[in-house]
Protein backbone atom coordinates (compact mmCIF):
# COMPACT_ATOMS: atom_id res chain seq x y z
CA UNK A 1 0.00 0.00 0.00
CA UNK A 2 1.32 3.53 -0.93
CA UNK A 3 0.22 6.32 1.04
CA UNK A 4 1.21 10.49 -0.46
CA UNK A 5 -0.89 13.57 -0.34
CA UNK A 6 1.25 16.38 -1.70
CA UNK A 7 2.51 17.34 -5.19
CA UNK A 8 5.77 16.16 -4.65
CA UNK A 9 5.18 13.29 -3.19
CA UNK A 10 2.69 12.21 -5.88
CA UNK A 11 5.61 12.89 -8.74
CA UNK A 12 8.03 10.34 -6.94
CA UNK A 13 5.79 7.90 -5.89
CA UNK A 14 4.69 7.45 -9.36
CA UNK A 15 7.13 5.46 -10.93
CA UNK A 16 7.00 3.23 -7.93
CA UNK A 17 3.55 2.69 -8.22
CA UNK A 18 3.87 2.02 -12.43
CA UNK A 19 6.41 -0.62 -11.02
CA UNK A 20 4.39 -1.99 -8.86
CA UNK A 21 1.96 -2.72 -11.06
CA UNK A 22 3.93 -5.13 -13.64
CA UNK A 23 5.20 -7.19 -10.84
CA UNK A 24 4.23 -10.58 -10.99
CA UNK A 25 4.37 -10.89 -6.82
CA UNK A 26 2.78 -7.42 -5.67
CA UNK A 27 -0.25 -5.76 -5.13
CA UNK A 28 -0.16 -2.13 -5.17
CA UNK A 29 -3.08 -0.32 -3.13
CA UNK A 30 -2.84 3.69 -3.73
CA UNK A 31 -4.49 5.98 -0.88
CA UNK A 32 -4.17 9.81 -1.34
CA UNK A 33 -4.59 11.89 1.59
CA UNK A 34 -5.74 14.74 -0.75
CA UNK A 35 -3.43 17.19 1.13
CA UNK A 36 -2.63 19.02 -2.05
CA UNK A 37 -5.97 18.38 -4.18
CA UNK A 38 -5.52 19.68 -7.30
CA UNK A 39 -1.66 19.53 -7.52
CA UNK A 40 -2.20 15.94 -7.01
CA UNK A 41 -4.56 15.27 -9.10
CA UNK A 42 -2.79 16.51 -12.19
CA UNK A 43 0.14 14.11 -11.26
CA UNK A 44 -1.88 10.78 -10.88
CA UNK A 45 -3.41 11.88 -14.24
CA UNK A 46 0.17 12.09 -16.16
CA UNK A 47 0.69 8.59 -14.46
CA UNK A 48 -2.31 7.08 -15.73
CA UNK A 49 -3.10 6.48 -11.64
CA UNK A 50 -6.66 6.03 -10.26
CA UNK A 51 -6.22 6.42 -6.64
CA UNK A 52 -8.12 3.40 -4.19
CA UNK A 53 -8.42 5.44 -1.40
CA UNK A 54 -9.15 9.07 -0.42
CA UNK A 55 -8.80 10.60 2.68
CA UNK A 56 -9.45 13.71 2.17
CA UNK A 57 -7.66 15.57 4.85
CA UNK A 58 -7.59 18.58 3.34
CA UNK A 59 -8.96 22.08 4.98
CA UNK A 60 -7.85 25.34 4.30
CA UNK A 61 -5.65 27.22 6.75
CA UNK A 62 -5.68 23.63 9.34
CA UNK A 63 -2.71 23.46 12.11
CA UNK A 64 -0.48 20.28 11.36
CA UNK A 65 -2.49 18.52 14.62
CA UNK A 66 -5.31 18.32 13.10
CA UNK A 67 -3.86 17.21 9.87
CA UNK A 68 -2.17 14.28 12.00
CA UNK A 69 -4.83 13.69 13.69
CA UNK A 70 -7.06 13.20 10.69
CA UNK A 71 -4.29 11.02 9.05
CA UNK A 72 -4.60 8.64 11.99
CA UNK A 73 -8.28 8.70 12.34
CA UNK A 74 -9.28 8.18 8.36
CA UNK A 75 -5.99 5.88 7.18
CA UNK A 76 -6.45 3.17 10.32
CA UNK A 77 -9.93 2.08 9.41
CA UNK A 78 -8.09 1.98 5.24
CA UNK A 79 -5.45 -0.43 7.24
CA UNK A 80 -7.52 -3.01 9.22
CA UNK A 81 -9.78 -3.40 5.28
CA UNK A 82 -6.59 -3.64 2.96
CA UNK A 83 -4.01 -5.35 5.50
CA UNK A 84 -0.91 -4.85 3.17
CA UNK A 85 2.23 -6.30 3.85
CA UNK A 86 4.00 -3.23 3.66
CA UNK A 87 3.19 0.65 3.69
CA UNK A 88 5.37 2.75 1.25
CA UNK A 89 5.78 6.36 2.31
CA UNK A 90 7.98 9.13 0.33
CA UNK A 91 9.98 11.81 2.03
CA UNK A 92 9.13 13.96 4.72
CA UNK A 93 5.73 15.72 5.06
CA UNK A 94 3.49 15.15 8.13
CA UNK A 95 1.43 12.72 6.14
CA UNK A 96 4.29 10.35 5.98
CA UNK A 97 5.30 10.70 10.06
CA UNK A 98 1.88 9.86 10.25
CA UNK A 99 0.84 7.11 8.08
CA UNK A 100 3.97 5.24 9.01
CA UNK A 101 3.67 5.56 12.62
CA UNK A 102 0.00 4.51 11.98
CA UNK A 103 1.20 1.46 9.88
CA UNK A 104 4.05 0.60 12.85
CA UNK A 105 0.98 0.55 15.60
CA UNK A 106 0.06 -2.26 13.35
CA UNK A 107 2.78 -4.34 12.79
CA UNK A 108 2.54 -3.30 9.35
CA UNK A 109 6.53 -3.26 7.71
CA UNK A 110 7.02 0.68 6.82
CA UNK A 111 8.79 1.20 3.61
CA UNK A 112 10.19 4.19 3.18
CA UNK A 113 11.29 6.23 -0.02
CA UNK A 114 13.83 8.78 0.00
CA UNK A 115 15.33 7.95 3.20
CA UNK A 116 18.27 9.73 4.94
CA UNK A 117 18.13 13.06 3.70
CA UNK A 118 19.32 15.23 6.68
CA UNK A 119 19.57 18.88 7.05
CA UNK A 120 21.30 18.75 10.65
CA UNK A 121 18.89 21.16 12.24
CA UNK A 122 15.68 20.09 13.55
CA UNK A 123 13.76 23.82 13.30
CA UNK A 124 14.67 23.60 8.90
CA UNK A 125 13.09 22.65 6.96
CA UNK A 126 10.25 22.84 9.17
CA UNK A 127 8.58 20.53 10.25
CA UNK A 128 10.17 17.80 7.91
CA UNK A 129 13.33 17.46 9.55
CA UNK A 130 11.83 16.25 12.64
CA UNK A 131 8.85 13.99 10.03
CA UNK A 132 12.19 12.34 8.23
CA UNK A 133 13.69 11.54 11.44
CA UNK A 134 10.51 9.93 13.12
CA UNK A 135 10.20 8.07 9.74
CA UNK A 136 13.10 6.43 10.03
CA UNK A 137 12.76 5.17 13.54
CA UNK A 138 10.03 3.19 12.31
CA UNK A 139 10.73 2.20 9.04
CA UNK A 140 11.29 -1.78 7.98
CA UNK A 141 13.41 -0.68 4.69
CA UNK A 142 15.06 2.26 3.92
CA UNK A 143 15.25 3.21 -0.04
CA UNK A 144 18.16 5.92 0.27
CA UNK A 145 18.72 7.72 -2.81
CA UNK A 146 22.26 8.63 -2.50
CA UNK A 147 25.49 7.09 -0.78
CA UNK A 148 25.25 10.34 1.49
CA UNK A 149 21.77 9.63 2.55
CA UNK A 150 22.82 6.01 3.54
CA UNK A 151 25.62 7.73 5.47
CA UNK A 152 23.35 9.59 7.32
CA UNK A 153 20.98 6.69 8.34
CA UNK A 154 24.17 4.61 9.69
CA UNK A 155 24.91 7.28 11.67
CA UNK A 156 22.29 7.36 13.60
CA UNK A 157 22.60 3.60 14.05
CA UNK A 158 20.19 2.45 11.52
CA UNK A 159 21.07 -1.37 10.28
CA UNK A 160 22.77 -0.85 6.75
CA UNK A 161 20.71 -4.76 6.09
CA UNK A 162 17.91 -2.40 6.11
CA UNK A 163 19.40 0.42 3.82
CA UNK A 164 19.53 0.15 0.11
CA UNK A 165 20.93 2.80 -2.40
CA UNK A 166 18.24 3.12 -5.04
CA UNK A 167 18.70 6.71 -6.77
CA UNK A 168 15.95 8.91 -6.17
CA UNK A 169 12.53 8.26 -8.23
CA UNK A 170 12.27 11.71 -9.07
CA UNK A 171 14.79 11.57 -12.30
CA UNK A 172 12.92 8.25 -13.28
CA UNK A 173 9.91 10.45 -13.39
CA UNK A 174 11.35 13.73 -15.06
CA UNK A 175 12.95 11.48 -17.84
CA UNK A 176 9.51 9.57 -18.22
CA UNK A 177 7.55 13.01 -18.48
CA UNK A 178 10.09 14.77 -20.54
CA UNK A 179 10.20 11.60 -23.22
CA UNK A 180 6.45 12.19 -23.73
CA UNK A 181 7.14 15.58 -25.21
CA UNK A 182 3.83 17.33 -23.42
CA UNK A 183 2.25 20.66 -24.86
CA UNK A 184 3.05 24.11 -22.72
CA UNK A 185 -0.59 25.03 -23.33
CA UNK A 186 0.36 28.77 -21.62
CA UNK A 187 0.36 30.84 -24.32
CA UNK A 188 2.74 33.38 -22.32
CA UNK A 189 4.98 30.72 -21.76
CA UNK A 190 5.04 28.65 -25.07
CA UNK A 191 6.00 31.57 -27.26
CA UNK A 192 9.46 32.55 -25.21
CA UNK A 193 10.09 28.64 -24.55
CA UNK A 194 9.42 28.20 -28.32
CA UNK A 195 11.55 31.72 -29.09
CA UNK A 196 14.79 30.58 -26.47
CA UNK A 197 14.15 33.85 -24.83
CA UNK A 198 15.98 33.99 -21.35
CA UNK A 199 13.86 32.75 -18.67
CA UNK A 200 14.31 33.07 -14.91
CA UNK A 201 12.36 30.24 -13.02
CA UNK A 202 11.11 30.81 -9.05
CA UNK A 203 9.49 28.64 -7.27
CA UNK A 204 8.96 29.72 -3.76
CA UNK A 205 6.82 27.74 -1.30
CA UNK A 206 8.93 26.86 2.30
CA UNK A 207 7.04 27.37 5.74
CA UNK A 208 10.27 28.60 7.49
CA UNK A 209 10.61 31.18 5.09
CA UNK A 210 6.88 32.67 5.11
CA UNK A 211 6.31 35.87 6.46
CA UNK A 212 9.11 38.33 6.16
CA UNK A 213 11.58 35.91 3.94
CA UNK A 214 9.14 35.96 1.59
CA UNK A 215 8.13 39.40 1.14
CA UNK A 216 11.75 39.96 0.50
CA UNK A 217 12.09 37.22 -2.50
CA UNK A 218 8.49 39.47 -3.96
CA UNK A 219 10.80 42.40 -3.93
CA UNK A 220 13.99 41.08 -5.23
CA UNK A 221 12.27 40.05 -7.86
CA UNK A 222 10.42 43.33 -8.66
CA UNK A 223 14.06 44.65 -8.75
CA UNK A 224 15.32 41.53 -10.78
CA UNK A 225 12.38 42.36 -13.37
CA UNK A 226 12.91 46.12 -13.82
CA UNK A 227 17.10 45.72 -14.17
CA UNK A 228 16.68 42.81 -16.48
CA UNK A 229 13.30 43.99 -18.86
CA UNK A 230 14.66 41.42 -21.30
CA UNK A 231 14.36 38.52 -18.99
CA UNK A 232 11.47 36.84 -18.78
CA UNK A 233 10.46 35.87 -15.02
CA UNK A 234 8.03 32.65 -14.59
CA UNK A 235 6.68 32.44 -11.33
CA UNK A 236 3.90 29.16 -11.17
CA UNK A 237 2.66 30.31 -7.44
CA UNK A 238 2.03 27.63 -5.04
CA UNK A 239 -1.65 27.54 -4.05
CA UNK A 240 -1.43 28.26 -0.61
CA UNK A 241 -2.54 31.81 0.07
CA UNK A 242 0.05 32.76 2.61
CA UNK A 243 2.88 32.09 0.10
CA UNK A 244 0.56 34.03 -2.46
CA UNK A 245 -0.07 37.30 -0.17
CA UNK A 246 4.06 37.63 0.40
CA UNK A 247 4.78 37.40 -3.00
CA UNK A 248 2.39 38.26 -5.68
CA UNK A 249 1.80 42.20 -4.38
CA UNK A 250 5.58 42.48 -5.29
CA UNK A 251 5.61 41.59 -9.16
CA UNK A 252 2.29 43.13 -10.28
CA UNK A 253 1.62 45.01 -12.83
CA UNK A 254 5.63 44.09 -14.76
CA UNK A 255 5.25 42.86 -17.96
CA UNK A 256 8.24 40.58 -18.43
CA UNK A 257 7.30 38.94 -14.72
CA UNK A 258 4.68 36.02 -16.05
CA UNK A 259 2.50 34.62 -12.78
CA UNK A 260 1.26 31.27 -13.20
CA UNK A 261 -1.41 28.80 -11.12
CA UNK A 262 0.86 26.04 -10.68
CA UNK A 263 1.87 24.06 -13.83
CA UNK A 264 1.28 20.47 -14.77
CA UNK A 265 4.14 18.88 -14.22
CA UNK A 266 5.12 17.94 -18.05
CA UNK A 267 4.59 22.12 -18.55
CA UNK A 268 6.75 22.84 -15.53
CA UNK A 269 9.45 20.16 -16.60
CA UNK A 270 9.45 21.79 -20.13
CA UNK A 271 9.56 25.12 -18.67
CA UNK A 272 12.49 24.56 -16.86
CA UNK A 273 14.50 22.85 -19.53
CA UNK A 274 14.12 26.08 -21.51
CA UNK A 275 15.25 27.91 -18.37
CA UNK A 276 18.83 30.13 -18.26
CA UNK A 277 18.60 30.40 -14.44
CA UNK A 278 16.47 28.08 -11.49
CA UNK A 279 15.53 30.30 -7.92
CA UNK A 280 13.80 28.11 -5.77
CA UNK A 281 13.52 26.92 -2.25
CA UNK A 282 11.93 23.33 -3.56
CA UNK A 283 13.77 19.99 -2.46
CA UNK A 284 12.32 18.19 -5.88
CA UNK A 285 13.52 21.66 -8.29
CA UNK A 286 17.26 21.19 -6.84
CA UNK A 287 16.92 17.92 -7.71
CA UNK A 288 15.93 17.67 -11.18
CA UNK A 289 17.21 20.78 -12.35
CA UNK A 290 20.89 19.50 -12.11
CA UNK A 291 19.92 17.18 -14.54
CA UNK A 292 19.06 19.57 -16.93
CA UNK A 293 22.64 21.22 -16.94
CA UNK A 294 20.43 24.11 -15.24
CA UNK A 295 22.20 26.45 -12.28
CA UNK A 296 20.17 26.54 -9.10
CA UNK A 297 20.04 29.25 -6.84
CA UNK A 298 18.63 28.14 -3.74
CA UNK A 299 16.75 30.28 -1.29
CA UNK A 300 16.95 28.62 1.69
CA UNK A 301 19.97 28.63 4.64
CA UNK A 302 20.66 25.25 4.17
CA UNK A 303 20.03 21.73 2.60
CA UNK A 304 19.49 18.08 2.90
CA UNK A 305 20.81 17.69 -0.82
CA UNK A 306 24.52 18.14 -0.56
CA UNK A 307 25.34 16.24 -3.71
CA UNK A 308 24.82 18.99 -6.20
CA UNK A 309 25.71 21.36 -4.40
CA UNK A 310 29.33 19.22 -4.14
CA UNK A 311 28.97 19.34 -7.90
CA UNK A 312 29.04 23.06 -8.42
CA UNK A 313 25.60 23.12 -10.16
CA UNK A 314 23.45 24.48 -7.18
CA UNK A 315 24.56 27.27 -4.51
CA UNK A 316 22.84 28.19 -1.40
CA UNK A 317 22.02 31.78 -0.87
CA UNK A 318 19.54 32.38 2.18
CA UNK A 319 16.57 34.90 1.40
CA UNK A 320 18.30 37.85 1.56
CA UNK A 321 16.60 40.55 -0.77
CA UNK A 322 19.89 42.03 -1.90
CA UNK A 323 22.04 38.65 -1.87
CA UNK A 324 19.15 37.17 -4.43
CA UNK A 325 19.46 40.20 -6.94
CA UNK A 326 23.27 39.77 -6.38
CA UNK A 327 23.03 36.17 -7.40
CA UNK A 328 20.92 36.06 -10.16
CA UNK A 329 22.17 39.53 -11.48
CA UNK A 330 25.53 37.81 -11.55
CA UNK A 331 24.45 34.62 -13.46
CA UNK A 332 22.79 36.51 -16.05
CA UNK A 333 25.56 38.64 -16.81
CA UNK A 334 28.92 36.86 -16.19
CA UNK A 335 28.90 33.99 -18.79
CA UNK A 336 32.20 32.37 -17.19
CA UNK A 337 30.34 32.24 -13.64
CA UNK A 338 27.86 30.76 -15.56
CA UNK A 339 29.50 28.47 -17.72
CA UNK A 340 30.89 27.10 -14.16
CA UNK A 341 27.47 25.96 -12.98
CA UNK A 342 25.95 25.23 -15.91
CA UNK A 343 27.00 21.50 -16.38
CA UNK A 344 24.57 18.35 -16.34
CA UNK A 345 25.04 16.14 -13.66
CA UNK A 346 23.14 13.40 -12.02
CA UNK A 347 24.18 12.69 -8.77
CA UNK A 348 20.53 11.85 -7.62
CA UNK A 349 19.45 9.01 -10.06
CA UNK A 350 20.16 7.45 -13.54
CA UNK A 351 16.45 6.51 -13.70
CA UNK A 352 16.42 3.25 -12.44
CA UNK A 353 15.45 4.09 -8.65
CA UNK A 354 11.74 2.32 -9.15
CA UNK A 355 13.26 -1.04 -10.53
CA UNK A 356 15.76 -1.11 -7.65
CA UNK A 357 12.84 0.13 -4.90
CA UNK A 358 10.80 -3.11 -6.45
CA UNK A 359 13.53 -5.38 -6.05
CA UNK A 360 14.01 -4.20 -2.73
CA UNK A 361 10.58 -4.79 -1.49
CA UNK A 362 10.51 -8.22 -3.43
CA UNK A 363 13.32 -9.39 -1.35
CA UNK A 364 11.62 -8.20 1.90
CA UNK A 365 8.16 -9.52 0.97
CA UNK A 366 8.94 -12.53 -1.14
CA UNK A 367 12.76 -13.20 -1.09
CA UNK A 368 13.38 -12.17 -4.28
CA UNK A 369 17.01 -10.63 -5.20
CA UNK A 370 17.91 -7.03 -4.46
CA UNK A 371 19.63 -4.81 -7.72
CA UNK A 372 23.39 -3.46 -6.94
CA UNK A 373 22.83 -0.05 -5.54
CA UNK A 374 22.83 3.45 -7.25
CA UNK A 375 27.04 4.30 -6.76
CA UNK A 376 25.90 8.20 -7.23
N1 LIG B 1 6.43 21.27 -9.93
C1 LIG B 1 5.37 21.20 -10.83
N2 LIG B 1 4.69 22.36 -11.14
C2 LIG B 1 5.03 23.57 -10.62
C3 LIG B 1 6.11 23.64 -9.69
C4 LIG B 1 6.79 22.45 -9.36
O1 LIG B 1 5.04 20.13 -11.33
O2 LIG B 1 4.38 24.56 -10.95
C5 LIG B 1 7.14 20.02 -9.56
C6 LIG B 1 8.65 20.05 -9.66
O3 LIG B 1 9.08 19.63 -10.94
C7 LIG B 1 9.10 19.10 -8.57
C8 LIG B 1 7.99 19.20 -7.54
O4 LIG B 1 6.87 19.80 -8.18
O5 LIG B 1 9.14 17.75 -9.01
C9 LIG B 1 8.44 20.05 -6.38
O6 LIG B 1 7.39 20.34 -5.56
P1 LIG B 1 7.47 21.38 -4.37
O7 LIG B 1 8.46 22.43 -4.70
O8 LIG B 1 6.07 21.78 -4.11
O9 LIG B 1 7.92 20.51 -3.13
P2 LIG B 1 9.31 20.05 -2.54
O10 LIG B 1 10.06 19.34 -3.60
O11 LIG B 1 10.01 21.27 -2.02
O12 LIG B 1 8.94 19.14 -1.41
Redesign the pocket.
Known amino acids: MTVYGT??EA?KVAPVIRALETSPHLESVTVVTGQHREMLDQVNEIFGIIPDHDLEVFAHGQGLNVLMSKVFERLDPVLEQERPDALIVQ?DTSTVAAASIAAFYRQIPVVHLEAGLRSGDIHSPFPEEANRKLTSQVSALHLAPTPTSKQNLLREAIDESTVVVTGNT?IDALLHTVDQGLPISDPRLAGPVKEGASILLV?S?RRENWGGAMEGVGRALRRLAEHFPDVLIVL?A?RNPIVREAVLPHVRGLSNVVVTE????GE??RV?AASTVVLTD????QE?APSLGKPVLVMRENTERPEAVDAGTVRLIGTDEQRIVDEVGRLLTDKDAYAQMANAVNPYGDGRAAARSIAALEHLLVDGARLPDFEG
Open positions: RPIGVTHPHPLAYFTMSGGVE
